[in-house]
């Protein structure tokens, strides 16, 4: 079975700096898909990024990149220029391609604090 | 974008009554759509996979009985807590996806927070 794991409860960050956010999966399957979503204290969950393992190139959103290693099977989130507004729960959550199993599974957490 | 409604925000209830939940696709149709339950300060828990016109999958220790769901159009989901007892009180999400299977990313719901007095 797939396990998505978050080893950092909890991580802070200066205003304007960058922080990386640890995601480490364990998975059989060659094809998936990897994401980044964010629920901030409204607990609204939003995505923030997607990656497929097939393509190599990182993805990137703005402020937001991943560092995308599939064969350590490792799915970092980085953040540019951190803000207030980043302040949030971030989840890092694995899909498996597999037409019967759609569900997302979901590590454990990285609660960020921004400092300002 | 997608976008997903639940509804209510907030409910209170008495110990032993039911409570139901809404979760309806604004703007787009969803064959499928997941519930989960999240306790403070932890990840989100998987409670069952809602599909319409069919019944719902539920994840290993959830109790069905419990936890009704219903999917009976393309854009509404329910999830009905019956006899609902302290312990249940929790924040309940919903997430559908527009595109059926989720390769670009679920939408959620607002989320639902149940007190069970």
């Known amino acids: 079975a797939q396990t998505v794991t978050q080893s950092q409860p909890e991580m802070s960050v200066q205003e304007a700096e960058t922080v990386t956010l640890s995601c480490t999966y364990d998975t059989s399957e060659s094809d998936y898909y990897l994401f980044w979503y964010k629920q901030p204290p409204s607990r609204q969950m939003i995505l923030v990024i997607r990656q497929e393992a097939y393509k190599q190139q990182n993805a990137t959103e703005n402020r937001f990149s991943v560092n995308f290693q599939k064969a350590a099977k490792s799915f970092s989130l980085k953040i540019s220029d951190s803000q207030l507004g980043d302040a949030a729960m971030y989840f890092c959550?694995?899909?498996?391609?597999?037409?019967?199993?759609?569900?997302?599974?979901f590590g454990t957490g990285t609660r960020l604090k921004v400092l300002a | 974008g997608a976008v997903v409604s639940q509804h209510p925000s907030r409910v209170i209830c008495k110990s032993g009554t039911s409570v139901k939940i809404e979760c309806r696709s604004l703007?787009?149709?969803?064959?499928?759509m997941f519930w989960y339950r999240q306790f403070p300060k932890q990840s989100l828990m998987l409670m069952a996979t809602s599909n319409e016109g069919s019944k719902a999958t539920y994840e290993q220790g959830v109790e069905k009985d419990k936890f009704l769901i219903n999917h009976a159009s393309l854009t509404l989901s329910t999830l009905t807590v019956t006899s609902a007892h302290p312990e249940d009180s929790s924040f309940y999400i919903c997430s559908a996806s527009q595109d059926g299977w989720g390769d670009y990313g679920y939408t959620f719901g607002s989320g639902t927070r149940l007190t069970v007095v």
């Open positions: 959550a694995y899909r498996s391609p597999d037409s019967g199993t759609y569900k997302y599974i």
């Open positions: 703007d787009f149709q969803a064959t499928t």
